[in-house]
């Protein structure tokens, strides 16, 4: 299902603020935009409708002749992210057009972030699903163990999607309704509440509702 339109951030790392009452209020700090618009795209020409837009300034000598291109186009030397927001009328936008967060976003809105989560790498199925584990005593010699994973006789194979250790984290993950709890428009910084997915200078895709 196609988002609404949004900005491109990275993102800073956490701290907190203070309410007007005193109390405490964690926040993600998120450095999002400015975002210039690559291509505005239509139903006509490419079958939807949406707007590419660029974040992170790359020099022009770091952009291959193909982007180099591209990027000339909206007047810009290069980037280094590079993302669609579906819209609902692109004629609103232009090419070369700048959006910054203040235009997108205000304070006491509630928005959605998406983020590439922490990876964890190789981990078991305690860690990874959950699982409770064999007994602790010096004498088991069942302790982290996924245990029996076969079928028997019939289907004689593992069946699948059974949860076994694997690879863990560097997934894509939405989460909604993030309220914003500040806007610092000279700084390009917007205050988020509570933590969004990723590490520092990671990625975040911000979604208006």
Not at 83 to 92: L, S
Not at 106 to 126: A, E, L, P
Not at 147 to 157: E, F, K, L, V, Y
Request: proline share 5%; aromatic share 6%.
């Amino acid at each position: 299902m196609p988002k609404t339109m949004g900005i491109l951030g990275k993102k800073v790392g956490m701290t907190r603020v203070y309410n007007e009452m005193g109390a405490v209020i964690p926040v993600t700090v998120v450095e999002a935009g400015p975002c210039k618009v690559l291509q505005v795209k239509s139903q006509a020409k490419e079958g939807y409708n949406a707007i590419q837009v660029g974040f992170g300034v790359k020099k022009a000598k770091r952009v291959n002749k193909p982007l180099a291109g591209h990027f000339s186009k909206a007047n810009a030397d290069g980037y280094y992210h590079i993302r669609e927001f579906r819209v609902t009328n692109p004629e609103e936008y232009q090419t070369g057009q700048e959006l910054n967060l203040a235009e997108v976003f205000k304070i006491g809105d509630v928005i959605d972030v998406q983020g590439t989560s922490q990876g964890k790498g190789f981990q078991g199925v305690m860690k990874r699903h959950g699982f409770r584990g064999g007994p602790g005593g010096h004498g088991s010699g069942f302790h982290r163990a996924p245990g029996s994973i076969g079928c028997s006789a019939w289907p004689a194979r593992v069946v699948k999607g059974k949860k076994l250790p694997g690879r863990m984290g560097t997934d894509t993950v939405l989460k909604k309704n993030v309220l914003v709890i500040d806007i610092r428009d000279d700084e390009n910084l917007i205050l988020l509440k509570g933590p969004v997915p990723g590490a520092k200078e990671g990625l975040l895709k911000l979604f208006s509702k």
